[in-house]
């Protein structure tokens, strides 16, 4: 498995990008960039040639949701994958999400080894 | 639409099948087949073939446990699935050949239900019905079974400093938001802005094993969304309690935060019972429940008895179940008969709060009107039979039983409209923290009396000239943090609010241990913007008293804050407005402090009665700074420019009140007559009356819409004698004495 692709991960909260990105490293992962909102988020993805995607739902200004419709609605990003962070597993929530075009989601709190386990599904599949 | 395109509809999540790698579907192509059946049902709906809308919604079942990864057997649901696609041809080709689909398919959904454990029902036939979500919302997923023994403990020392820091700065956004949510309950913006940081929280305590900052942060979000979704409305009491937890929460994270600089050994050692069940309660909708102390409870409070002696009146009592327990203790000699009496007042105290009702303040304003013109009629009756001789003494005794009544009516009338100032404080000690934080400074905010009471219209209006005070305070009085810690001060700057009755007045004071005023720079500023020609001989309470005057602001530049190009002036006009008044005490290097003083109430205005010619007009006395009668060489006048006359060495205009209002005077000459000194916002002028008759308080009443913009006139107030006097508006008599 590549553990050198560029992962981006989207959380307003800088400490929980700190916490995802602490997990991602304990299992192999170092090449990350973080972006603070989907705004943000959408502008780095057209500066970086990113290969994943972790973004949390709930944000500010743009939701985990509309980032990844927009991600999907972009044809040069349509096929990033997409791993989405939520709280709770909220039925409505993920439906949504997984009709706009998720890769997968993860409820928190996970372990290093949920997460890489998801992410290597995701990339098995590409 | 046809027949035809469904069918390729049909064929289409058939190939995509075909070509799913083995049997394990993955999100991406659930999501994938979610869509089609989606685009499918809509199209079906159009065409109104009810069984493809059935068997489409048990696929959509199937796909949504497939997402939700709740399914017991998935190779089985998926096969259904399979068969399921095969029937949507099956009927789809039979739309086609004989318009209908006769045979069974209802089999169907209970395969589907069965392999998903959900029950799904048919559909009725309506065009565009939505797809269903057969379950509520999963309140909280647990963590996965295999994941769950596994440590989530992230003990990283660093990581839980950022999670202090920036979890402190969220709930400070919180209390911010919620104070906007007060204003508008209504807003959901306001609602998500205090969701969103909750949620945050909660997500990062999860990862760091803080369970009780999880539990609460999850139960206030949970509260906060069903308000959001218009569940729960925002009350006063959802709001009181989300500020409860926010400040539970900062509390916890600093205890965290003592914890690691090895001051607490214990953190998050707090209880949380109380706060939940308020949470619970206001979830459920549940007003909260003052209970009422037992009788017995209350004389061991009281120290009458002790508890042992309790427990012998106790038993005496149930071998007697017709005896009250008081009587109990009374034959026992273990108290006296006054001791629970008192205690059962105070018992009837207790239980008289829980019976409160909401009355609409309009009912109330009119209400309070009309008592104070019943203790105006009833005076004007008790001054009729004062001057018949030979009044029936049996009259006067009733007419001054029935006065007290009616003054005890009114005491007790004003007090329905008085609150306390604690929401108007909390809300300021909110706002200075805020706007110390936009300036870059720390500060603590001190309350004291805020249980004072006040009118409930004054608390609305004094609240706009209370907040200029404060951010003047916090962004002019206190210093930075590094210039605090130079002059050896705490580096966190304090702002004391106070609030008491004084003198029949309601006193604020704003305090600020910062730099104080600056006399010099003051006066420098006076000279150089014309405020003051005259500097000489100032004693530093008038210096200080400058900043007050219009034009003058010694910030130096125009801050984000406070500076918006109006100063100090500004709130000495609006406390007047109030007829209230504004002073200053100041101590350079030790801090500033405002003292504002407001009537209690807007009703009823302390006046001084003055008689001109035959009228009798009302002067409010905050206004008055003076009464005199001049020598003649005091007068002069200038021809062209007025009348003046010298009081204590200043030179003041004259205003001859009767030339005003066209009123035939009894005294021409001002050494004859009375002058009464009055300031306004700017200036101060002498009144020339005839005769001083009186102080009095009176209720103020408003002219009706016809008459209410008379200059120099602010409104009117029944007498004693019945008839109508006019209060004065000084502001406004200037300036009509000018024209």
Same mark, same amino acid.
């Given at each position: 498995?590549d553990? /050198?692709?560029?992962?981006? *991960?989207?959380d #307003?909260?800088?400490?929980?990008?700190?916490v995802?990105?602490n $997990? =991602? &490293?304990? %299992?192999?992962?170092?090449n990350?960039?973080?972006?603070?909102?989907?705004?943000?988020?959408?502008?780095t993805?057209?500066? /970086?040639?990113?290969d994943? *995607?972790?973004s #949390?739902?709930n944000?500010?200004?743009?939701?985990g949701?509309? $980032? =990844? &419709?927009a %991600?999907r609605?972009?044809?040069?990003?349509?096929?990033?994958?997409?791993?989405m962070?939520?709280?709770?597993?909220?039925?409505?929530?993920?439906?949504?999400?997984?009709?706009?075009?998720?890769?997968?989601?993860?409820v928190k709190?996970f372990?290093?080894?949920?997460?890489?386990?998801?992410?290597e599904?995701?990339?098995?599949?590409? | 639409?046809?027949?035809?395109?469904?069918?390729?509809?049909?064929?289409?999540?058939?190939?995509?099948?075909?070509?799913?790698d083995?049997?394990?579907?993955?999100?991406p192509?659930?999501?994938?087949?979610?869509?089609?059946l989606?685009?499918l049902?809509?199209?079906?709906?159009?065409?109104?073939?009810?069984?493809?809308?059935?068997?489409?919604?048990?696929?959509?079942v199937?796909?949504?446990?497939?997402?939700?990864?709740?399914?017991?057997d998935?190779?089985?649901?998926?096969?259904?699935?399979?068969r399921?696609?095969?029937?949507?041809?099956?009927?789809?080709?039979?739309?086609?050949?004989?318009?209908g689909?006769?045979?069974?398919?209802?089999?169907?959904?209970?395969?589907?239900?069965?392999?998903?454990?959900?029950?799904?029902?048919?559909?009725?036939?309506?065009?565009?019905?939505?797809?269903?979500?057969?379950d509520?919302?999963?309140?909280?997923?647990?963590?996965?079974?295999?994941?769950?023994?596994?440590?989530?403990?992230i003990?990283?020392?660093?990581?839980?400093r950022?999670?202090?820091?920036?979890?402190?700065?969220y709930?400070?956004?919180?209390?911010?938001n919620?104070?906007?949510?007060?204003?508008?309950?209504?807003d959901k913006?306001?609602?998500?802005?205090?969701f969103?940081p909750?949620?945050?929280?909660?997500?990062?305590?999860?990862?760091?094993?803080?369970?009780k900052?999880?539990?609460?942060?999850?139960?206030l979000?949970?509260?906060?969304d069903?308000?959001?979704?218009?569940?729960?409305s925002v009350?006063p009491q959802?709001?009181?309690?989300?500020?409860?937890?926010?400040?539970a929460?900062?509390?916890?994270?600093?205890?965290?935060?003592?914890?690691?600089?090895?001051?607490?050994?214990?953190?998050?050692?707090?209880?949380?019972?109380?706060?939940?069940?308020?949470?619970r309660?206001?979830?459920?909708?549940?007003?909260?429940?003052?209970?009422v102390?037992?009788?017995?409870?209350?004389?061991?409070?009281e120290?009458?008895?002790?508890?042992?002696?309790?427990?012998?009146?106790?038993?005496?009592?149930?071998?007697?179940?017709?005896?009250?327990?008081?009587?109990?203790?009374?034959?026992?000699?273990?108290?006296?008969?006054?001791?629970?009496s008192?205690?059962?007042?105070?018992?009837?105290?207790?239980a008289?709060?829980?019976?409160?009702?909401?009355?609409?303040?309009?009912?109330?304003?009119?209400?309070?009107?009309?008592?104070?013109?019943?203790?105006?009629?009833?005076?004007?009756?008790?001054?009729?039979?004062?001057?018949?001789?030979?009044?029936n003494?049996?009259?006067?005794?009733?007419?001054?039983?029935?006065?007290?009544?009616?003054?005890?009516?009114?005491?007790?009338?004003?007090?329905?409209?008085?609150?306390?100032?604690?929401?108007?404080?909390?809300?300021?000690?909110?706002?200075?923290?805020?706007?110390?934080?936009?300036?870059?400074?720390?500060?603590?905010?001190?309350?004291?009396?805020e249980?004072?009471?006040?009118?409930r219209?004054?608390v609305?209006?004094?609240?706009?000239?209370?907040?200029?005070?404060?951010r003047?305070?916090?962004?002019?009085?206190?210093?930075?943090?590094?210039?605090?810690?130079?002059?050896g001060?705490?580096?966190?700057?304090?702002?004391?609010?106070?609030?008491?009755?004084?003198?029949?007045?309601?006193?604020?004071?704003?305090?600020d241990d910062?730099?104080?005023?600056?006399?010099?720079?003051?006066?420098?500023?006076a000279?150089?913007?014309h405020?003051?020609n005259?500097?000489?001989?100032?004693?530093?309470?008038?210096?200080?008293?400058?900043?007050?005057?219009?034009?003058?602001?010694?910030?130096?530049?125009?801050?984000?804050?406070?500076?918006?190009?109006?100063?100090?002036?500004v709130v000495?006009?609006?406390?007047e407005?109030?007829?209230?008044?504004i002073?200053?005490?100041?101590?350079?290097?030790?801090?500033?402090?405002?003292?504002?003083?407001?009537?209690?109430?807007?009703?009823?205005?302390?006046?001084?009665?003055?008689?001109?010619?035959?009228?009798?007009?009302?002067?409010?006395?905050?206004?008055?700074?003076?009464?005199?009668?001049?020598?003649?060489?005091?007068?002069?006048?200038?021809?062209?420019?007025?009348?003046?006359?010298?009081?204590?060495?200043?030179?003041?205009?004259?205003?001859?009140?009767?030339?005003?209002?066209?009123?035939?005077?009894e005294?021409?000459?001002?050494?004859?007559?009375?002058?009464?000194?009055?300031?306004?916002?700017?200036?101060?002028?002498c009144?020339?009356?005839?005769?001083?008759?009186?102080?009095?308080?009176?209720?103020?009443?408003?002219l009706?819409?016809?008459?209410k913009?008379?200059?120099?006139?602010?409104?009117?107030?029944?007498?004693?004698?019945?008839?109508?006097?006019?209060?004065?508006?000084?502001?406004?008599?200037f300036?009509?004495?000018?024209?």
């Amino acid at each position: 498995m590549d553990k /050198n692709i560029k992962i981006l *991960i989207v959380d #307003d909260f800088t400490t929980m990008r700190k916490v995802i990105r602490n $997990l =991602l &490293k304990s %299992v192999g992962y170092e090449n990350i960039i973080e972006a603070e909102d989907g705004a943000i988020a959408l502008r780095t993805l057209k500066n /970086n040639e990113v290969d994943f *995607i972790i973004s #949390d739902w709930n944000m500010p200004n743009m939701s985990g949701l509309e $980032l =990844l &419709k927009a %991600v999907r609605a972009d044809s040069e990003l349509s096929k990033t994958p997409f791993l989405m962070v939520t709280a709770e597993a909220l039925q409505d929530n993920v439906i949504a999400a997984v009709k706009a075009g998720v890769s997968n989601y993860i409820v928190k709190p996970f372990t290093a080894e949920v997460l890489n386990t998801k992410i290597e599904k995701i990339l098995e599949t590409l | 639409m046809n027949i035809e395109t469904l069918l390729k509809s049909i064929d289409l999540i058939a190939s995509d099948f075909l070509f799913l790698d083995s049997q394990d579907m993955n999100i991406p192509t659930a999501g994938k087949f979610l869509n089609s059946l989606e685009g499918l049902t809509g199209e079906a709906a159009e065409l109104g073939i009810v069984p493809v809308l059935d068997v489409a919604k048990g696929m959509n079942v199937i796909l949504e446990c497939v997402i939700l990864d709740s399914l017991a057997d998935k190779g089985k649901a998926i096969s259904t699935f399979e068969r399921g696609i095969a029937l949507l041809q099956e009927i789809a080709d039979e739309y086609k050949k004989t318009g209908g689909y006769t045979k069974e398919y209802e089999s169907y959904l209970n395969q589907a239900g069965a392999v998903t454990g959900r029950a799904i029902e048919a559909q009725a036939a309506a065009p565009g019905a939505e797809t269903p979500s057969a379950d509520p919302p999963q309140e909280e997923k647990k963590p996965d079974a295999e994941a769950s023994g596994q440590q989530f403990l992230i003990q990283d020392e660093s990581l839980l400093r950022d999670f202090i820091s920036e979890g402190t700065e969220y709930i400070e956004e919180i209390e911010v938001n919620i104070l906007n949510l007060e204003n508008n309950p209504e807003d959901k913006d306001y609602i998500n802005a205090i969701f969103r940081p909750f949620h945050s929280i909660k997500g990062v305590a999860s990862f760091l094993n803080l369970e009780k900052i999880r539990g609460l942060s999850h139960n206030l979000e949970s509260l906060l969304d069903k308000a959001r979704n218009g569940e729960l409305s925002v009350t006063p009491q959802l709001i009181d309690v989300v500020l409860a937890g926010a400040d539970a929460l900062k509390g916890m994270i600093s205890s965290l935060k003592e914890a690691l600089e090895g001051r607490n050994d214990n953190p998050l050692d707090v209880d949380l019972s109380d706060l939940e069940t308020r949470i619970r309660n206001v979830d459920k909708g549940i007003e909260p429940e003052r209970s009422v102390q037992k009788l017995g409870e209350i004389l061991i409070e009281e120290g009458a008895i002790s508890e042992e002696a309790l427990e012998e009146g106790l038993k005496i009592k149930a071998s007697n179940p017709d005896k009250k327990i008081g009587e109990a203790l009374i034959q026992k000699g273990t108290v006296t008969p006054k001791q629970v009496s008192q205690a059962l007042r105070k018992q009837a105290e207790q239980a008289s709060e829980l019976s409160t009702i909401r009355v609409d303040t309009r009912k109330l304003d009119d209400l309070i009107d009309m008592v104070g013109e019943l203790v105006i009629t009833q005076t004007m009756v008790q001054q009729d039979i004062s001057n018949q001789e030979n009044g029936n003494k049996n009259l006067t005794r009733n007419i001054a039983q029935l006065f007290r009544i009616a003054s005890g009516l009114q005491k007790v009338s004003t007090s329905l409209r008085m609150i306390p100032i604690k929401q108007t404080f909390q809300r300021m000690a909110r706002l200075a923290r805020d706007v110390s934080k936009n300036v870059g400074k720390n500060v603590v905010v001190e309350m004291e009396g805020e249980d004072t009471e006040l009118d409930r219209n004054m608390v609305d209006e004094i609240y706009n000239p209370l907040v200029h005070m404060i951010r003047n305070s916090v962004d002019h009085g206190l210093e930075t943090s590094e210039e605090r810690l130079q002059c050896g001060k705490p580096e966190k700057g304090l702002i004391q609010l106070k609030a008491y009755h004084r003198g029949g007045n309601f006193v604020v004071e704003i305090s600020d241990d910062g730099r104080g005023l600056n006399r010099d720079k003051l006066l420098k500023k006076a000279l150089a913007n014309h405020v003051v020609n005259n500097v000489e001989g100032l004693t530093d309470q008038e210096i200080y008293r400058l900043i007050f005057l219009p034009g003058f602001s010694t910030a130096e530049k125009v801050t984000d804050v406070s500076g918006r190009g109006v100063g100090m002036d500004v709130v000495r006009q609006a406390v007047e407005k109030l007829r209230g008044k504004i002073e200053i005490e100041s101590t350079p290097g030790k801090g500033t402090t405002f003292i504002a003083r407001f009537p209690l109430t807007m009703a009823i205005i302390d006046g001084m009665i003055v008689k001109v010619g035959k009228e009798r007009f009302i002067l409010p006395t905050t206004a008055i700074r003076q009464a005199l009668r001049p020598t003649r060489e005091a007068y002069n006048h200038i021809m062209g420019q007025g009348e003046t006359v010298n009081v204590m060495g200043q030179l003041m205009p004259l205003v001859r009140v009767y030339d005003l209002f066209n009123i035939e005077p009894e005294k021409v000459n001002p050494w004859d007559a009375i002058l009464i000194v009055v300031e306004g916002a700017t200036s101060s002028k002498c009144l020339l009356v005839d005769q001083i008759i009186g102080k009095a308080e009176v209720v103020i009443k408003s002219l009706g819409d016809g008459l209410k913009d008379i200059d120099g006139i602010s409104g009117g107030a029944i007498m004693g004698d019945g008839q109508i006097g006019l209060i004065i508006d000084p502001e406004g008599l200037f300036e009509l004495s000018e024209r």
